[in-house]
Nanobody
Framework: QVQLVESGGGSVQAGGSLRVTCAAS????????MGWFRQAPGKELEGVAA???????KYADFVKGRFTISRDNTKNTLSLQMDSLTPEDTATYYC??????????????????????WGQGTLVTVSS
């Protein structure tokens, strides 16, 4: 069974940067699409970015040009570099993985908590 553990969350001022990382264990995820979702207080989960086994990436419109998703298959890790952060980026960020979905489908999946693997989340707080 795949386990995903996020780290790197914290507090930052608007305009700053933060990098969150997801470490996978229990299974090699080389052949999986992986992605990041977030949930702000009082709002629904939304897809942020996803990356395929070949490194192809998809981004939600609201993070294009600011966030960069990457993966290290040798370390079984997934990262999200977040730049030019705004208070609207405040949320708990979750890592996810799925064997069957392409990155575009993963990003827009309507029930992300039912994906093959789902992390426990890491909180990112951006102050103005």
């Amino acid at each position: 069974q795949v386990q995903l553990v996020e780290s790197g969350g914290g507090s930052v001022q608007a305009g700053g940067s933060l990098r969150v990382t997801c470490a996978a264990s229990g299974h090699t995820l080389t052949a999986f699409s992986m992605g990041w979702f977030r949930q702000a207080p009082g709002k629904e989960l939304e897809g942020v970015a996803a990356i395929g086994p070949d490194g192809s990436a998809k981004y939600a419109d609201f993070v294009k040009g600011r966030f960069t998703i990457s993966r290290d298959n040798t370390k079984n890790t997934l990262s999200l570099q977040m730049d030019s952060l705004t208070p609207e980026d405040t949320a708990t960020y979750y890592c996810a993985a799925d064997y069957s979905l392409l990155p575009s489908a993963l990003l827009g999946y309507p029930h992300p908590t039912s994906l093959d693997a789902w992390g426990q989340g890491t909180l990112v707080t951006v102050s103005s």
